[in-house]
């Protein structure tokens, strides 16, 4: 594979790479050299030969060499499969609340406030770079139902170079005077949103529909957004099924549909490219409609434990063939981090296990962090470009370095290809301490389409 064009190499990165091929099985690629091309896509990954002087490379190609340092490796971009930036401000304030009075005593007014293109831009600007800097490389944003700071929000991912997936939120029911559309305001808007967005021409910029739950949407509003979803074929999210009172709402509201997930069925929103938030409180057919419908879940372990909405049941959906995959889900999550959310995935999977007597309800770290990775890839539908290092994906990658204060590795734990025992190898344990140790102060740069988006 090395019989490329030498002069479409644009860099190279030799080292350590881990990834988590498979749900439950981490990958340790030591001694391995991969080049990118200019666009930022992997065009060759040569394991156990670090030796490049063969290619011959032009002098201008950035070379990366980490070979030497034990305690660094390179792990793919995370990937936030539901965040509202437009809730940052609000990260670790909500109280007592729960769902249904958090979003109106804490949420709606803040996103309100967000038609200040000001505070619009100081809020975003600063939520993308705090993403960044945890090594989120890819995220599925909710802004606010205004057209302006939307486009505003997939501007400033495009400036400062994170792939993105941008919602209006549509909301024309139920939600006070002063943050509420009409169905046509909704509409118009939503357009607004996806010509600019298409005006962007940009590889790493999409849309994606945004129906914020059913208690605020018309029916009339939801079958006119699955009717663009379909003949746009862009991604659309939504909440589902987080809160006790919020699915009591949902019946009294949509007495004709079966259950909370069959209304977004009946309304047409439900197929591969439909990202479903929380998705805690499923029945069978809920499930079962889920996993026909082939649309993925992003499950919000910060967020379900804050506002005490519940515990998703991730080792079953997953055993039943459906995407899921880790969002922070900002401001009800107060943590930007994935790597946070991935370590609560594991506690809140204990909690389950605790309840129902059943071991197969824990997470492991590899699963966590595949949810956090390759998880997140699959839901969005890009599982053949994104979450692993293989040739022909996407660079979207983090340097994560151990030797920093907040993790005690100690010398006798120094990686080694040698396994301590039959199962676990040096790396393992260091993975683990990472997950449930480690934080932005170990993520010191990080890449989206082989461009440096980060360095501390
Ligand atoms: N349901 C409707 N809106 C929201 C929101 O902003 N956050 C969460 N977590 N759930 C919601
Ligand atoms: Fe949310």
């Given at each position: 594979t090395l019989n490329n064009d030498q002069q479409s190499i644009a860099q190279v990165f030799k080292g350590t790479f881990i990834h988590t091929p498979q749900f439950g099985q981490i990958e340790i690629l030591t001694n391995t050299v991969i080049g990118l091309d200019h666009q930022g896509t992997i065009i060759f990954l040569q394991r156990g030969d670090l030796n490049i002087d063969h290619l011959q490379l032009p002098t201008t190609v950035k070379v990366i060499d980490l070979s030497a340092d034990p305690l660094k490796f390179f792990f793919p971009g995370f990937i936030d499969t539901h965040i509202h930036a437009s809730q940052y401000p609000n990260?670790?304030?909500f109280g007592n609340s729960t769902l249904l009075d958090w979003l109106e005593t804490y949420t709606f007014p803040l996103e309100s406030s967000l038609t200040n293109p000001k505070k619009a831009e100081l809020v975003y600007s600063r939520c993308i770079k705090k993403l960044?800097?945890?090594?989120?490389?890819?995220?599925s944003y909710y802004a606010t139902i205004d057209?302006?700071?939307?486009?505003?929000?997939?501007?400033?991912?495009?400036?400062?170079g994170q792939r993105a997936f941008i919602g209006k939120v549509c909301m024309d029911q139920n939600a006070p005077d002063y943050h509420v559309e009409t169905l046509q305001q909704s509409q118009f808007a939503t357009m607004e949103v996806l010509e600019h967005i298409k005006s962007l021409?940009?590889?790493l910029i999409k849309p994606v529909l945004t129906?914020?739950?059913?208690?605020a949407c018309s029916g009339e509003l939801m079958t006119w957004l699955g009717e663009v979803q379909k003949s746009e074929d862009v991604h659309l999210q939504t909440h589902l099924s987080e809160n006790d009172k919020e699915i009591k709402w949902v019946k009294e509201l949509f007495p004709d549909s079966e259950t909370y997930t069959h209304v977004y069925h009946d309304h047409g929103l439900l197929n591969r490219k439909t990202i479903l938030a929380h998705a805690i409180h499923l029945s069978d057919s809920e499930i079962q409609l889920i996993k026909d419908q082939q649309s993925g879940i992003s499950h919000c372990p910060i967020s379900n434990s804050s506002l005490t909405s519940g515990e998703c049941r991730v080792k079953q959906l997953h055993a039943k063939g459906i995407d899921i995959s880790l969002?922070?889900?900002?401001?009800?999550?107060?943590?930007?981090s994935i790597l946070a959310s991935a370590r609560q995935a594991l506690l809140v999977s204990r909690h389950l296990s605790m309840k129902s007597g059943d071991e197969a309800d824990k997470l492991t770290v590899n699963e966590a962090l595949y949810l956090g990775t390759v998880g997140g890839a699959k839901v969005l539908k890009m599982d053949d470009q994104l979450g692993l290092f293989k040739e022909g994906y996407r660079f979207d990658c983090q340097l994560i370095d151990l030797d920093v204060d907040n993790i005690d590795v100690f010398d006798w734990q120094f990686p080694?290809?040698?396994p301590i025992s039959e199962n676990v190898t040096k790396y393992d344990n260091l993975i683990a301490k990472w997950l449930f140790n480690g934080d932005d102060r170990n993520t010191i740069k990080v890449w989206v389409n082989g461009r440096e988006v980060h360095s501390s």
């Open positions: 990260n670790g304030i960044l800097s945890n090594g989120t490389t890819c995220a057209a302006g700071s939307s486009n505003l929000l997939a501007d400033l991912c495009l400036r400062l021409d940009s590889d129906p914020r739950f059913a208690p969002g922070t889900d900002c401001s009800g999550g107060f943590s930007p080694s290809e040698v």
